[in-house]
C-alpha cells in the first residue's frame, strides 16, 4: 500500500465512493458555503470532479479514500481559485478562518493558492500536521473524522491541527 492510502491492484474507487457519496457532497457543500451565489462550481460538481480525478485508484480502507479523495478536492479548489485570480487580480486585506469547529477558507482565489503554498511547505517539514490541516481545510472534516481517517487518537489530532494552524497563521501573515 502506498503512503497515500492507495492498494496495489487497480480497482475502480467505486467500493467506496457510494457508500461516502452522501458524506462527501455535505463535506463539498460545507467547502463551498463561503462562495458567492451563483458559483461556477458546487458540492456535487466537486464531488464528482474528485472522484474522476482519483481515476482507477483501488484503496485499501475508507481511510485512504478520505485521504485521496481531500487531496483531489484540495487540488480542484485551488485550480479554480487560480482560475479565477488569472481572471480577477484584486487587492485588500483578507480575512483568515483558521479557527472554530468549521473552518473555512471562503471565497478568496488568493487565500487558497495562499493556503495551498503553506500547506506545501508545512508538508515538508511536519507531514502529519500537514495532513490533518489538508483535512480540515479542503475536505472539512471534523478533528474526530480527520484523526479516524489518519488513524490518529483524538488528542493527536487537536495538537496536530492547534500547530498546523498557528503555522499557517504565522505563514500566511508573513506573506502579506
Known sequence: MSETGRAESPE?????FPA????????????????????????TALVHEAYLRLGAASFADRSGFFRAA????????VDHARRRQAAKR??????IALDGDAPA????????VDVDAALERLAREDPSSAEVARLRLFAGL?????????GLSRATAFR????ARSW?????????
Open 12 to 16: 475502480p474507487p467505486g467500493g467506496f
Open 20 to 43: 461516502v457519496y452522501d458524506e462527501l457532497k455535505r463535506l463539498a457543500a460545507a467547502r463551498l458555503a463561503g462562495e458567492r451565489a451563483g458559483h461556477s462550481l458546487d458540492a
Open 70 to 77: 481531500a487531496v483531489a478536492m484540495q487540488r480542484i479548489l
Open 90 to 95: 484584486r487587492g485588500g486585506a483578507r480575512t
Open 105 to 112: 477558507l471562503g471565497a478568496d482565489p488568493d487565500l487558497v
Open 142 to 150: 471534523s478533528i474526530e473524522e480527520a484523526a479516524e481517517a489518519l
Open 160 to 163: 496536530e491541527w492547534a500547530y
Open 168 to 176: 499557517l497563521a504565522t505563514a500566511l501573515d508573513s506573506a502579506r
